[in-house]
């Protein structure tokens, strides 16, 4: 069964496999004791430890292993914020981060901190400047991932980097995305990163902190690991992420070569055998493995079941697959097409035919999800008015115009209405459509874009929000 999910957790690479195994024999013993069995144990730890480093791009005693990388993003965050308190209590993130970034500013501005998100483009990458512009003399910490987990979007850390050096505030970098294919170029401060993500065991992650950063561990005090992740390390499960982290960046070059091509084919293709279908992202500074589109008229749960069931596993984005029914923050903050959303990421090693066999299963899935959900036959170019036969009882007339009333029913019900209803009005009528699902905030505007409708704005209404649409061709 092809697995298209590697963003989410890559499959354990067999260089892993062999190192936990390996390990679970000679890393068993506490590191920090001085018999044969402690100073084997500290052995392999400090072996996986220049491994990383060396991978990272720093040194041995600036990286510390932790539990997870959700744990790196926390104790990367709240040390450097605590140890730059007495600058200010300022922290700026972008508006794509990780959730674990957004928590974590979430909670520092609960406790009475400030906070600045910076926007993205319909790309999903933020502009150099508008980060220079976010920075203030109470700046504490700025945080900017490397390359985005839902879209591939890599963004320009290097140049913030320089920015954020000028104004003498630390850039923190979630590089959890990108490792696997190179370190982080630039003058970052504090990196944060996790194993399973480049094929390493769960349970794993990496924690960066260069020398001269301010920065002043959370909670009491420990020994182990410069006392940024209290515990006993985990030796055999780090050893396997320092040598799947190796093995997979001597395979990089070669392997983002391969995958970026079926990629590619992906981009170029799904565009051609799916109607109505937003490919997002940026096309060309992006992760080689990682492609996400989206389908107009669809319900993204039932499309994802129904590639579970033709034996593919991939990932979304709608609102409608997540318990709560919002959209993805990333598609949000640029703007694009959320129902119908699909992110896939090919792990190391994809077949070329497996790639070929998403593409044939893609058609007839959206065409049969659409089918069942009653949506207006797809076309090129505007609605006309034959597809707009059946729009309901919802639909009144007057004045020319009509209303919509989708209140109570979720994604992508309200879009599929409006494109069945604008076909009844002649150009420059007026749809409003009736809604109080949190995704017709976005999708309606994007249906629009892609349908070359006018969309008029929002309004409050009893029960939800009133979207209106003027039929412009």
């Known amino acids: 069964m092809p697995y298209f999910d590697a963003a989410s957790s890559a499959p354990l690479h067999p260089v892993a496999r062999q190192a936990l195994q390996a390990s679970l024999d000679e890393g068993w013993a506490d590191p920090a004791r001085l018999y044969r069995e402690g100073r084997r144990a500290r052995l392999l730890l400090d072996a996986a430890r220049e491994a ?35 600058v200010g209590r300022h922290l700026v993130v972008s508006s794509v981060e990780h959730s674990s970034v957004l928590h974590s500013a979430a909670s520092h501005e609960a ?17 150099p400047e508008a ?14 991932q490397s390359a985005n987990h839902e879209v591939g979007t890599l963004q320009p850390v290097a140049e913030v980097a320089e920015l954020c ?17 190179g370190p982080v170029e630039g003058a970052w401060s504090i990196l944060a990163a996790s194993a399973h993500k480049w094929g390493g065991p769960a349970g794993v992650g990496l924690l960066a902190v260069r020398k001269g950063v301010r920065f002043a561990p959370q909670g009491p005090p420990d020994e182990r ?91 979304s984005g709608s609102s409608c697959t997540s318990s709560t029914l919002t959209p993805s923050h990333v598609l949000r903050a640029m703007g694009v097409l959320s129902e119908g959303n699909v992110r896939v990421s090919l792990p190391f090693g994809t077949p070329a035919e497996d790639v070929d066999r998403f593409l044939d299963v893609l058609t007839w899935v959206v065409t049969a999800v659409r089918t069942k959900l009653g949506a207006p036959a797809a076309a090129a170019g505007p609605v006309t008015a034959s597809e707009a036969a059946g729009a309901g009882a919802g639909a009144a007339a007057g004045n020319g115009d009509l209303t919509v ?34 995704a017709a905030r976005l999708d309606i505007p994007a249906w629009c874009e892609m349908r070359d409708q006018e969309y008029l704005g929002e309004h409050p209404v009893d029960g939800g929000t009133a979207y209106r649409v003027r039929r412009r061709s």
């Open 111 to 127: 406790a009475g901190g400030s906070l600045t998100e910076v926007a993205v483009d319909r790309t999903g990458r933020v502009s």
């Open 131 to 144: 980060y220079a512009a976010a920075l203030r003399p109470d700046t504490a910490l700025a945080a900017l």
């Open 52 to 86: 990383a480093a060396e991978a990272v791009g720093c040194r041995p005693d600036e990286l510390s292993f932790t539990g997870s990388g959700t744990q790196s993003v926390h104790s990367g965050i709240y040390g450097s914020l605590s140890g730059r308190r007495r």
């Open 225 to 315: 690991e410069s006392g940024r992740a209290p515990g006993f390390e985990n030796i055999p499960a780090i050893v396997a992420a320092a040598a799947s982290l190796r093995a997979v960046r001597a395979e990089a070059e070669a392997e983002a070569a391969r995958l970026r091509d079926l990629v590619d084919l992906i981009r170029a293709r799904v565009v051609e055998v799916v109607p109505e279908v937003e490919v997002v992202g940026d096309p060309v500074r992006r992760l080689p493995h990682l492609v996400t589109f989206s389908c107009l008229y669809v319900d993204g749960e039932t499309l994802l079941h129904e590639l579970d069931r033709a034996e593919f596993s991939v990932s």
């Open 405 to 438: 009333d989708s209140l109570g029913r979720l994604c992508p019900i309200p879009v599929i209405e409006l494109a069945k209803a604008i076909g009844d009005l002649p150009v420059g009528g007026v749809v409003t459509v009736l809604a109080d699902d949190e």
């Open 165 to 181: 050096r000028a104004a003498e505030v630390p850039l923190f970098v979630d590089a959890a995305q990108s490792l696997a294919w």
